[in-house]
Each structure stands twice: as structure tokens, then as C-alpha cells.
């Protein structure tokens, strides 16, 4: 069964991750190309996912072969499409909540 196209099981996403940047990141310049990154998709919180090297080789397998599935360019196009509607609806649903919140409070 389908868990997500990070990890293949609930379990592989729930393990433990890092928080802080590693060191590399400084050394290797990547911390101004993730940091840009991090901050226009702040709601997302992805820093433990860009923080954590991989070392389970199921896990880097699986990601491997997404992206290979990914190489299609119509499924690729259909997981974008449905990506940016599910975020859409997420924004909706914010600003709806939102609208009745502030209806109770007054």
C-alpha cells in the first residue's frame, strides 16, 4: 500500500530526523540554496527532511524509483496538478476556518 513519496511505510516517516543544519550545508554553499527554499514554503516544515542524510538504503531505493516514475512527463503533470489543488483546498480551508472564528469572537 501507498504510504507517501518520501517513505514507503509510516514507520521509515516517523524516525527520527535532525532539526539543525549540518555543518556541510555551510561548507558546500547549500544552506543559501535550502534556506531560500525553507523560507517560501515555511508552512510546510521541511527542514528535518533536507537536514537528515539518508542512510537506510530501502528508503534511498524508494525515492529512486519515484523518480524514475517521475521521468514520465504525464504522470508528472497529473501529481503537480493534484498537488496544487489539495494546497488550494488546505488555503481555502485556513481562510474558511478563519471567516468563522472571527464570526464567533464578534
Same mark, same amino acid.
Given at each position: 500500500?501507498?504510504? &507517501?513519496? =518520501?517513505?514507503?511505510?509510516?514507520?521509515?516517516?516517523?524516525?527520527?530526523?535532525?532539526?539543525?543544519?549540518?555543518?556541510?550545508?555551510?561548507? @558546500?554553499? @547549500?544552506?543559501?540554496?535550502?534556506?531560500? +527554499?525553507?523560507?517560501?514554503?515555511?508552512?510546510?516544515?521541511?527542514?528535518?527532511?533536507?537536514?537528515?542524510? =539518508?542512510?537506510? +538504503?530501502?528508503?534511498?531505493?524508494?525515492?529512486?524509483?519515484?523518480?524514475?516514475?517521475?521521468?514520465?512527463?504525464?504522470?508528472?503533470?497529473?501529481?503537480? $496538478?493534484? &498537488?496544487? $489543488?489539495?494546497? $488550494?483546498?488546505?488555503?481555502?480551508?485556513?481562510?474558511?476556518?478563519?471567516? @468563522?472564528?472571527?464570526?464567533?469572537?464578534?
Amino acid at each position: 500500500m501507498f504510504y &507517501s513519496i =518520501l517513505f514507503k511505510t509510516k514507520e521509515q516517516h516517523e524516525q527520527k530526523r535532525c532539526t539543525d543544519e549540518p555543518d556541510c550545508f555551510k561548507d @558546500l554553499n @547549500l544552506n543559501q540554496i535550502f534556506n531560500q +527554499v525553507l523560507k517560501n514554503k515555511k508552512e510546510f516544515k521541511l527542514e528535518s527532511l533536507f537536514y537528515t542524510s =539518508l542512510q537506510d +538504503v530501502e528508503i534511498i531505493s524508494y525515492r529512486q524509483e519515484i523518480m524514475h516514475d517521475l521521468e514520465n512527463d504525464e504522470l508528472r503533470r497529473i501529481i503537480s $496538478n493534484f &498537488s496544487k $489543488n489539495i494546497y $488550494n483546498i488546505d488555503k481555502n480551508m485556513i481562510k474558511i476556518t478563519e471567516a @468563522l472564528t472571527s464570526k464567533k469572537k464578534l
